[in-house]
């Protein structure tokens, strides 16, 4: 069950959002050829540990919010709005 | 290898059943072998099972970090079936089936395979349309399935809410060869069986690393020290990403948690597998009476073997949506597993850009029911280095060249595949 601390709504259940998946790739130049653009849309770390993610308050402001969650424990780190550089816990 | 029967069950029971072999051995890993498979799951047995069986390759080690088949193997729903929409899956899942009906007597186990059938509820016009277009590229290759109006599934299933106001009951989509196999019997089964043709099992054994030389494989890192091996292949469901990134290896996957769900035992209330149309739901009832049943994934990444409450919620309300009389229930048992999604929600059976390394993954929640096939056709691409033609397509690259097996048409997200 997460809690997910909405930088505009405050603490927010999770039901109120729509996950969308890792936040760490980012979208190559329109030149960068067909492995940038295959990795882009297809490979993933897909780590056992913290992962930086997209969670979109659909129920709620309609924001995408960043957030920093273990994937084995499910605790949050840290959340914050798209531009936002969060730390990432070492372990 | 003693085999079962029911002479020899009639002959324990006058011993108190307290004399009975024990089912395979536990051996010390071998230094090397002909091939190694990693993770003791359905897939990892079934695979070795079929090395020593189909291509005389014996020499052979399944390491799994636990106890066998306490995976997704031993987490599952147990639906078997092969109604599905595209030839390079509904093909392949088909020989499954097929390998499904002879399995009992090819293992000597009893694996309560049921052929009770398995109906997919649809509940508008579009959706019949889409049931009978599945349904036609079934028979059209092969595989039965019958299109049933709604009078005809109220014959079968009385329970169901046919009146529901937002999802009334058009009719279904009907296989009836499908059905419910017992999970942990599976396991059990193609461990005994592998075990009997020389397959070493070796538990309590974690895979730490793959060693490379030159490009290729020369033996996997584990607890408990190096083993080598010619050939290695991968079926450790979801832990896929992490197994293959020990080879360097970036995959199409996710890991996300999916949820199960039992009730207290109750008289026959459902005698075949039954899904909604109109929500994630499927239910069938297991032989101590128990309704067994499951959703969606909870949509999140997760290598957790437990799930949220939203979830657990939104699962139930399908299930009184399509079932009322399954509020008065009380759910006995609950549990999650690690499913490796793929950005399709197909699977791999495939060689991998590292020479001797296989790849057996991206099950997503339905490889239960792909078990035999999957060990039979990862054991040919194994023993042949290529593939078979019933998993030729099931390749990493098919992403790469823009053929994804999309059955959903979700697209590459797998959260909601
Ligand atoms: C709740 C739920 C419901 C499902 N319902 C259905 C259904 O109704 N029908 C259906 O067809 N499918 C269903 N599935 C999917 C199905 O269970 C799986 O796809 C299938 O069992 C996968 O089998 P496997 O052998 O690949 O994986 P597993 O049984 O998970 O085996 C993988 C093994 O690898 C081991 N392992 C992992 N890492 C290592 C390592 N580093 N070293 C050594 N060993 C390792 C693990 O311990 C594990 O035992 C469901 C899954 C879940 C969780
Ligand atoms: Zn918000």
Redesign the pocket.
Known sequence: MHLIDCPWCGPRDEAEFAYRGDATVTRPAPDAGIDAFYDYVFTRANPRGWHVEWWHHAAGCRQHVKVVRHTMTHAIAATGRATDILEVPAA | MTRYSGLRLLGHALSGHARWPRAWRAPDPKPSYDVVI?????????SAYYLAKEHGITNVAV???????????????????SNYLFPENNHFYEWSLKLWEGLEQDLNFNVMMSQRGVLNLFHSDSQRAASARRGNSMRLNGIDAELLDREQVKAMVPLLDYDNARFPVFGGLLQRRGG?AR?DAV?WGFARAADARGVDIIQH????GIRREGGRVTGVE?TRGFIGARKVGI?????TS??AA?AGLRLPIESH????FVTEGLKPLVDMVVTFGAGHF?ISQSDKGGLVF?GGLDGYNSYAQRGSLPTVEHVWAAGVAMMPCLSRLRVLRQ??????MTMDGSPLICRTPVEGLYL??G?????????PG?GWCFAHTIANDAPHRFNAAMTIERFREGRAIDERGAGPYPWAQ
Request: aromatic letters at 8%.
């Open positions: 990693i993770g003791g799951g359905g897939h990892g047995l079934a390491v799994e970090k636990g106890p066998i088949g306490l995976g997704n193997t031993g987490r599952n729903t147990t639906i078997v079936r419910t999970h396991a054994c974690e895979v730490t584990t079926a450790v469901a979801g832990n992490r197994v020990m948690v999916l949820q199960a499927y499951g549990w999650g597993g690690v499913m490796d057996n993954g099950w997503c929640y339905g490889g239960f029911k792909a078990t999957s």
